[in-house]
Nanobody, 118 residues
């Protein structure tokens, strides 16, 4: 079955950086568009970054406006892993971060908590 394992979260001061990782199993990873989602307390889960499958011109990426220019999504198909480099973190980035396909299905991992202090 599909298994997604996120890691790399933590507590960081505003302006700091974190790098999240998500390793997937049970899917044909190299043929799957992947995304990072987040859910803040009392809010709906939102998609923050997407990375499409690799073509001859590389992997296309898209970002939510709230993270554009600060977050970078990347993938390593050999390691079945998708990453999210988060720079210039803000308190409003505090959330549980998850990876999933894009569009998402019901196979969510446990997520990784990111807390940004002001």
């Amino acid at each position: 079955q599909v298994q997604l394992v996120e890691s790399g979260g933590g507590l960081v001061q505003a302006g700091g950086s974190l790098r999240l990782s998500c390793t997937a199993s049970g899917i044909i990873f190299s043929m799957t568009n992947m995304g990072w989602y987040r859910q803040a307390p009392g809010k709906q889960r939102e998609l923050v970054a997407t990375i499409f499958t690799i073509t001859s011109s590389g992997s296309r990426t898209t970002y939510a406006d709230s993270v554009k220019g600060r977050f970078t999504i990347s993938r390593d198909n050999a390691k079945r892993t998708v990453y999210l480099q988060m720079n210039s973190l803000k308190p409003e980035d505090t959330a549980v971060y998850y990876c999933n396909r894009v569009p998402a299905d019901s196979n969510w991992g446990q997520g990784t908590q990111v807390t940004v202090s002001s």
